[in-house]
């Protein structure tokens, strides 16, 4: 399996050398889960995009510090690639700015979230049943770091996890899209040192503050292992089928 990792933003240079990208961070994380694959990355933000939908497999969208209703070039060029992909039915996972940019592409609404940034480790109720999870929890916890929000689904995507304070955290297009919020390739460490980076400027002291203590409990670990797997069984279900 080929996997292109669609780049559209990349660690702050801070923490770059201690963590890696964005892009190596979401391999690694799919890669704990013994999923064997290739890996091709592709700095949208720079114009690098595939020549054509056959270099890959499947797509990943990663996170990003920019909104996807700037009148940037390269936003609007990754929406149309998003639409392709789509109607290829080629699989496709999207993280926080991925899941966003993919919502907008495909129909819905993206906005700056009224009720403020959402950092720190939250807690996400799991609506439904879905093929690429073998087992139903009620509810997971990923680390969060958003300032915008989806408040309007495209008309075909299902809930697949929502909270009260990010009511489409989760969602899913047939069986060819899945898209989270939260960041599952952020460990407790990396959120961490990125929130105190982020404290005061652009994050509100007090929101810096409460995230912090969202992870101070020693119970507090983020589901990352289990979304992982539910990504990998998804890219296995589709890769499987296609060979």
């Not at 091709?40 to 056959?54: I, M």
């Not at 700015?97 to 480790?121: D, N, R, T």
């Not at 890219?235 to 296609?242: D, I, S, V």
Request: glycine share 10%; net charge negative.
């Amino acid at each position: 399996m080929k996997l292109g990792i669609l780049a559209a933003g990349i660690t702050p240079d801070e923490l770059l050398a201690e963590f890696g990208s964005y892009a190596e961070m979401c391999a690694a994380l799919l890669r704990s889960t013994g999923l064997e694959f290739d890996v091709a990355v592709f700095d949208v933000r720079e114009g690098d995009f595939p020549d054509s939908l056959q270099q890959c497999d499947a797509w990943l969208v990663t996170g990003s510090k920019f909104s996807v209703y700037e009148d940037l070039a390269w936003i609007g060029r990754l929406k149309v690639l998003i639409r392709e992909i789509h109607a290829a039915r080629q699989p496709m996972i999207g993280i926080c700015f991925g899941h966003q940019v993919i919502a907008e592409a495909l129909g819905g609404k993206v906005e700056k979230y009224s009720g403020g940034w959402g950092v720190g480790l939250h807690q996400y109720r799991l609506e439904g049943g879905h093929a690429f999870i073998s087992h139903s929890p009620t509810e997971f916890s990923l680390n969060a770091m958003h300032q915008d929000q989806v408040v309007s689904k495209p008309p075909e995507a299902r809930v697949l996890a929502s909270s009260d304070f990010c009511p489409y955290a989760g969602l899913v297009y047939g069986d060819s899209i899945i898209s989270l919020q939260a960041h599952p390739e952020f460990t407790r460490e990396f959120e961490d040192r990125l929130i105190r980076l982020r404290a005061g400027h652009p994050i509100p002291d007090a929101v810096a503050k409460a995230g912090l203590a969202s992870m101070q409990d020693s119970g507090a670990v983020p589901d990352r292992d289990e979304i992982a797997n539910w990504f990998a069984t998804f890219l296995r279900q589709h890769y499987n089928n296609k060979v």
